[in-house]
């Protein structure tokens, strides 16, 4: 069973997951590209299909951020703006394809000449290496290197914060202590990673689990170089297996990327490497990186919160503005959840009286209106297999509180004059505060009077991801939003509703749902031999859950962001909920 990174690694990457770097343009006349269609600016065109496709290379490509990264190193890395610049110099043996809509949730070979041999009834996975692959200085990647950039995220004590999914499934009882500490004299020690020679590596699992596939192309399991590994100070500069390498990184100012002279792009089907150049830097000022990018002085905010709202107003009242911009989904739900230790929400019935009392419209409108997302209806976003975006058994796409059904709701679960209760928001979302307040006066309407508790945002954890806390403050109702770390309905669901996942601090199955059944069906779709296969068994526990009613689905979530015209090859790719880096050019 694959456990998330919690505590401070949660937080980041569901800050990080939220963010999507945005972009789309026009301006390039010469449209060669060889794999996919052209199309020229207007709104939202960069969530349906390339635009301004382009193979011209050259130029500088500009990238802005509010915030900085949180590592380079591959193994440290959890922020989802961080794991799309890293296409830029990292490869792993699989990779998410290049392509816009369903086909960028498929994992293509990247550095593996094919997809893995699976055998052993699920358990074992066989790959095999890619002629021609090399590291930045010339040398050949070897299944060793990768093997090593494995063992790598083993040594938590000091390479901490990255997500460690490979520890849970691959140490089987050895405690392997990661590289540094291993007693093997070739530092090749972690006995369920095997490479029989220097193109094949063979990874043996304790038990089937449809999903490996999708940690073979988390930048955590790039291969990394024995001899050039620098422990925590690698970070500063990553050997580059990509088509840029790291020139120069300054902790809090940026970074610059050239290019790799040893990058074959005949081994590459997903990386166009078209710019000279890749900067990153980082500002305190958000305004004035909106002003730059409007502007046209840089070309990407790639930390992808989207515009601030003086400029989103801006955007939206002016039409040559407008073609430039997108709105696509993050891959991200805005929610409210009840947790079932605190009464009276240990009763289905007084769970369905406030879905049902909840004004939808107002929710949205609350997180920033229609292009903040589109209104939610269940608890599996688009992009993820087994979804189900018209499934809405409560009616709340409708948009309007059902207040009749509210109230009988309220009757049945012997509470006919309402109750009360306290919903728990953090207090650095302001639109998840102003959520917070259109639900509560929802709720004043049919008889419920919810307190509001703001909690300091960098506390959840310990506050809301504490079960016992939460009794303790009586937190009937929890505001928060999720991401998933890989495109599957366990990496999405699994920390949210399955009984394994709760634990004492860092804690993501608020709502405590431990439901044989639904945790059962984790299993079925980890014995999966395929995600495709695995799918239907995400649909089934979305269904389940929403039949409970633990969670009152806000927003599937959106961002608004605009690019630098000048940009080419602009798409969304649907695994990230982001402009893929690995594919823009820049017009000279």
């Given amino acids: 069973m694959i456990r998330r990174k919690q505590a401070l690694a949660i937080t980041a990457v569901i800050a990080a997951l939220s963010l999507t770097a945005a972009c789309g343009g026009s301006g390039d006349d010469d449209k060669t590209d060889k794999g996919g269609s052209a199309s020229g600016a207007a709104f939202d065109a960069a969530t349906k299909g390339f635009v301004n496709a382009s193979d011209k290379k050259g130029g500088e490509l500009k990238l802005w951020s509010p915030q900085d990264v949180d590592y380079l190193d591959p193994a440290r890395a959890y922020y989802g703006f961080v794991w799309n610049m890293q296409r830029l110099y990292v490869r792993q043996l699989l990779a998410y394809d290049a392509k816009p809509g369903k086909d960028g949730t498929k994992l293509v070979p990247d550095l593996a000449e094919a997809l893995p041999v699976i055998s052993n009834d699920g358990k074992t996975y066989t790959l095999k290496l890619k002629d021609g692959v090399k590291f930045e200085d010339g040398s050949p990647i070897t299944s060793k290197d990768i093997k090593y950039g494995v063992e790598r995220v083993f040594a938590q004590d000091v390479l901490s914060g990255g997500p460690t999914y490979l520890i849970d499934l691959l140490d089987q009882g050895q405690k392997y202590p990661g590289p540094y500490k291993d007693s093997d004299p070739n530092k090749m020690g972690l006995k369920s990673v095997q490479t029989p020679?220097?193109?094949?590596?063979?990874?043996?699992?304790?038990?089937?689990?449809?999903?490996?596939?999708?940690?073979?192309?988390?930048?955590?399991?790039?291969?990394?170089?024995?001899?050039?590994?620098?422990?925590?100070?690698?970070?500063?500069?990553?050997?580059?297996?990509?088509?840029?390498?790291?020139?120069?990184?300054?902790?809090?100012?940026?970074?610059?990327?050239?290019?790799?002279?040893?990058?074959?792009?005949?081994?590459?089907?997903?990386?166009?490497?078209?710019?000279d150049k890749v900067s990153f830097t980082v500002t305190t000022n958000a305004e004035d990186m909106d002003q730059r990018l409007l502007n046209g002085d840089i070309d990407l905010a790639v930390d992808g919160t989207g515009l601030l709202q003086a400029a989103k107003n801006k955007v939206l009242k002016d039409d040559n503005l407008k073609k430039h911009a997108d709105n696509p989904f993050t891959g991200y739900i805005r929610y409210m959840v009840f947790p079932q230790t605190v009464a009276p929400f240990d009763n289905i019935e007084c769970r369905k009286a406030v879905i049902y009392a909840a004004d939808p419209k107002s929710l949205q409108t609350a997180r920033g209106g229609p292009t903040s997302g589109d209104l939610g209806a269940n608890m599996l976003p688009p992009g993820i297999p087994g979804s189900d975006k018209a499934y809405d058994p409560y009616g709340?796409?409708?948009?309007?509180?059902?207040?009749?059904?509210?109230?009988?709701?309220?009757?049945?679960?012997?509470?006919?004059?309402?109750?009360?209760?306290?919903?728990?928001?953090?207090?650095?979302?302001?639109?998840?505060?102003?959520?917070?307040?259109?639900?509560?006066?929802?709720?004043?309407?049919?008889?419920?009077?919810?307190?509001?508790?703001?909690?300091?945002?960098?506390?959840?954890?310990?506050?809301?991801?504490?079960?016992?806390?939460?009794?303790?403050?009586?937190?009937?109702?929890?505001?928060?939003?999720?991401?998933?770390?890989?495109?599957?309905?366990?990496?999405?669901?699994?920390?949210?509703?399955?009984?394994?996942?709760?634990?004492?601090?860092?804690?993501?199955?608020?709502?405590?749902?431990?439901?044989?059944?639904?945790?059962?069906?984790?299993?079925?779709?980890?014995?999966?031999?395929?995600?495709?296969?695995?799918?239907?068994?995400?649909?089934?526990?979305?269904?389940?859950?929403?039949?409970?009613?633990?969670?009152?689905?806000?927003?599937?979530?959106?961002?608004?962001?605009?690019?630098?015209?000048?940009?080419?090859?602009?798409?969304?790719?649907?695994?990230?909920?982001?402009?893929?880096?690995?594919?823009?050019?820049?017009?000279?």
């Fill in 197 to 275: 020679d220097d193109k094949t590596i063979v990874f043996n699992l304790a038990s089937a689990n449809s999903d490996f596939s999708y940690l073979l192309a988390m930048p955590s399991s790039s291969p990394v170089p024995a001899g050039q590994d620098t422990g925590a100070k690698y970070t500063n500069k990553p050997v580059s297996t990509g088509p840029y390498k790291v020139e120069s990184f300054t902790a809090g100012k940026g970074a610059t990327f050239v290019r790799n002279e040893n990058w074959d792009p005949k081994t590459d089907t997903i990386r166009k490497g078209l710019p």
């Fill in 396 to 588: 709340l796409t409708a948009g309007k509180a059902q207040e009749d059904k509210a109230k009988a709701a309220l009757q049945a679960c012997g509470k006919p004059n309402g109750f009360e209760t306290t919903i728990a928001v953090r207090n650095n979302r302001a639109a998840e505060v102003k959520t917070a307040e259109s639900l509560q006066a929802a709720l004043a309407k049919v008889g419920i009077t919810a307190k509001i508790d703001q909690f300091d945002g960098k506390l959840s954890s310990s506050t809301i991801g504490s079960p016992e806390n939460v009794k303790k403050k009586g937190y009937g109702i929890i505001v928060m939003g999720w991401g998933a770390d890989y495109n599957s309905g366990a990496g999405f669901l699994q920390p949210l509703v399955d009984g394994t996942f709760i634990l004492p601090n860092g804690n993501n199955n608020y709502s405590e749902i431990n439901d044989p059944e639904i945790n059962k069906l984790f299993d079925d779709a980890a014995a999966a031999k395929t995600p495709e296969e695995a799918a239907p068994f995400y649909t089934s526990i979305n269904k389940k859950v929403m039949e409970k009613a633990l969670y009152l689905p806000i927003n599937f979530d959106k961002a608004f962001v605009y690019h630098n015209p000048r940009l080419t090859n602009v798409y969304f790719n649907d695994s990230m909920g982001k402009i893929d880096l690995a594919t823009v050019g820049v017009v000279k």
